[in-house]
Nanobody
């Protein structure tokens, strides 16, 4: 089972990036999916989660209104559209598959049992 995140890069403040996370080895269409990030010297933090059918999403306050999580179960892929990027968004971004199907139980890292390798997002001021 593999989760492969891609789409990171170096951008200027205010720019947009779209991260993708493709799953292989099994389907996660019944699992909530999430994005986390870890900045240098900081703990990994929750960013966004989406329930199994894409109807319910949840975001950390710092990205609300700027980031949008979505999924395409037919392609076993989850996305994170990031607009209005800020230097404080700089981090390695990880996608993960939750143990549960809903977002209510999927905001902590302990709720996830499959993790991707991460993709670097760097936002310059």
């Amino acid at each position: 089972v593999q989760l492969q995140a891609s789409g990171g890069g170096l951008v200027q403040a205010g720019a947009s990036l779209r991260l993708s996370c493709a799953a292989s080895g099994r389907t996660f269409s019944n699992n909530a999916m999430g994005w986390f990030r870890q900045a240098p010297g900081k703990e990994r933090e929750f960013v966004a989660a989406i329930d199994w059918n894409g109807r319910v999403t949840y975001y950390v306050d710092s990205v609300k209104g700027r980031f949008t999580i979505s999924r395409d179960n037919a392609k076993n892929t989850v996305f994170l559209q990031m607009n209005g990027l800020k230097p404080e968004d700089t981090a390695v971004y990880y996608c993960a598959a939750a143990r549960y199907s809903d977002t209510y139980r999927s905001t902590g890292s302990g709720s996830y049992n499959y993790w991707g390798r991460g993709t670097q997002v760097t936002v310059s001021s």
